[in-house]
Nanobody, 121 residues
Framework: QVRLAESGGGLVQAGGSLRLSCTRS????????MGWWRQVPGKQRELVAQ???????VYSDAVKGRFTISREDDKNTMYLQMSNLAPEDTAVYYC???????????????WGQGTQVTVSS
C-alpha cells in the first residue's frame, strides 16, 4: 500500500552534482521522518541525511555542506541534492520514510529499491 520509488542516480565525474528523487505512492500516511541512506558492498547501510516532520535536518559528517535534503509535499517527493561529489560517495542510495497514522501510531518504515550513484575520479 506504500511504495517509494527513487530516481536520479547515475555516473558522474568527481566534483559534479546529481539530484536524487524519491516519490511515494499508495496510501499517503503522515510522514514522521524521511531520509536518505547509502550502502556499498560489504558495508552496513549508513544514514546520509534525514528530515523530520518539523523540518529539522541531520547530515552525516561525510556529506555535511555538500548534500541537501528537501521535500515537495504537493508532489509527494523528497530530494537529495548532491554537490561536489567524490569517488567515496559511490554507493547505492536508498530513500526511507517512517510513516504514522492520524493518531501518530507507527505504520511502518518503508524503503525504496535503491539507485546507484557512481562517481569517477
Amino acid at each position: 500500500q506504500v511504495r517509494l520509488a527513487e530516481s536520479g542516480g547515475g555516473l558522474v565525474q568527481a566534483g559534479g552534482s546529481l539530484r536524487l528523487s524519491c516519490t511515494r505512492s499508495g496510501i499517503l500516511f503522515r510522514i514522521n521522518t524521511m531520509g536518505w541512506w547509502r550502502q556499498v558492498p560489504g558495508k552496513q547501510r549508513e544514514l546520509v541525511a534525514q528530515l523530520s516532520s518539523g523540518g529539522s535536518t541531520v547530515y552525516s559528517d561525510a556529506v555535511k555542506g555538500r548534500f541537501t535534503i528537501s521535500r515537495e509535499d504537493d508532489k509527494n517527493t523528497m530530494y537529495l541534492q548532491m554537490s561536489n561529489l567524490a569517488p567515496e560517495d559511490t554507493a547505492v542510495y536508498y530513500c526511507n520514510m517512517d510513516l504514522r497514522d492520524t493518531g501518530n501510531r507507527p505504520i511502518g518504515n518503508f524503503w525504496g529499491q535503491g539507485t546507484q550513484v557512481t562517481v569517477s575520479s
